[in-house]
């Protein structure tokens, strides 16, 4: 059973960087596309950035490209989400989702209901 971990969330302010990471237990992590999502109080949960198994094919929201940075590492079984630049507007609740497929060839990829697996998530809290 595939289990998802995320860390690296914190307390910081406008301007300032985070990085989080997602642990994925599984043998199959270098075969699984992977995602991150978030949620911000009292709102749904939103795309944030996509990265297939082999890194080839990103996708970030509008929200945050130029400032969020996905990448993994297949020997490590992480992903990552360099963040920089934050704004009060990105504080959520940021989720680590897993698909049993390898890449995602449509706007499915920004869609909770493509991924199978899901971290417990890692709160960001951005102050004024």
């Known amino acids: 059973q595939v289990q998802l971990v995320e860390s690296g969330g914190g307390l910081v302010q406008a301007g300032d960087s985070l990085r989080l990471s997602c642990a994925h237990s599984?043998?199959?992590?270098?075969?699984?596309?992977m995602a991150w999502f978030r949620q911000p109080p009292g709102k749904g949960r939103n795309f944030v950035a996509y990265i297939s198994s082999n890194g080839q094919t990103i996708y970030y929201a509008d929200s945050v490209k130029g400032r969020f940075t996905i990448s993994r590492d297949n020997a490590r079984n992480t992903v990552d989400l360099q963040m920089i630049n934050l704004e009060p507007d990105d504080t959520a609740i940021y989720y680590c989702a897993a698909t049993l497929l390898s890449n995602i060839r449509d706007k499915s990829y920004a869609s909770p209901r493509t991924y199978v697996y899901w971290g417990q998530g890692t709160q960001v809290t951005v102050s004024s």
């Open positions: 599984g043998r199959t992590f270098s075969y699984s596309a």
